[in-house]
């Protein structure tokens, strides 16, 4: 059974660094594409992240130069590294597994991130 | 990239049908056959309902459909029961990688 487990949301000052990590299982990371998407509460999702089987990566333009997106294929863990954080960057993350066609298969549950000082 | 445009909102009652438009441009949804649709309950995460258009997932009821005409792609919903009024997002391959989503709409089951 695919599961995605996101962590490491909280609150953090404007222009500080948070790290998500999405714990996958089921499936390994390394062969699939993953992306993260984040959902402002009470309004709609954007994508934020992709990054391929090859590790390739891209961005949106909201945050290209601020997030990174990694990950360890020893922990079938994924990694997304955000710096320089806003107020806009204020959201839920939620990690999810691509599969053909551009679709996102899995979700998981999401991490909040609350930027504020 | 711009949000794909969702009318906010759309009902009917029980056992009829209703239909939500996703308006891009032919930079994503006009130009790929790669739309999908999700479906969201409060506080829970997005559930995969149609992807590359018309297509359902193991386990998605044949009551949800999709549809492409030039930049507008469509989800109607036959047979509306009380377990559909949920949230729906469309979304769009846009090229160079990049993913771009409805600004959602929101079902209600009369």
């Known amino acids: 059974e695919v599961q995605l487990v996101e962590s490491g949301g909280g609150l953090i000052q404007p222009g500080g660094s948070l790290r998500l990590s999405c714990a996958a299982s089921g499936f390994t990371v390394s062969s699939n594409y993953m992306n993260w998407v984040r959902q402002v509460p009470g309004r709609g999702l954007e994508w934020v992240s992709v990054i391929y089987s090859d590790a390739s990566t891209d961005y949106a333009d909201s945050v290209k130069g601020r997030f990174t997106f990694s990950r360890d294929n020893s922990k079938n863990t994924l990694y997304l590294q955000m710096n320089n954080l806003r107020a806009d960057d204020t959201a839920l993350y939620y990690c999810?597994?691509?599969?053909?066609?551009?679709?996102?298969?899995?979700w998981g549950q999401g991490t909040l991130v609350t930027v504020s000082s | 990239q711009s949000a794909l445009t969702q009318p906010p909102s759309a009902s009917g009652s029980p056992g009829q049908s209703v239909t939500i438009s996703c308006t891009g441009t032919s930079s994503d949804v006009g130009g790929y056959k790669f739309v999908s649709w999700y479906q969201q309950h409060p506080g829970k995460a997005p559930k995969l309902m149609i992807y590359e258009v018309s297509n359902r997932p193991s386990g998605v009821p044949d009551r949800f459909s999709g549809s492409k005409s030039g930049n507008t792609a469509s989800l109607t919903v036959s047979g509306l029961q009380a377990e559909d009024e949920a949230d729906y997002y469309c979304?769009?391959?846009?090229?160079?990688?990049?993913?771009?989503f409805g600004t959602g709409t929101k079902v209600t089951v009369l």
């Open positions: 999810a597994l691509g599969g053909g066609g551009k679709r996102l298969d899995y």
């Open positions: 979304s769009s391959y846009a090229g160079s990688n990049k993913l771009v």
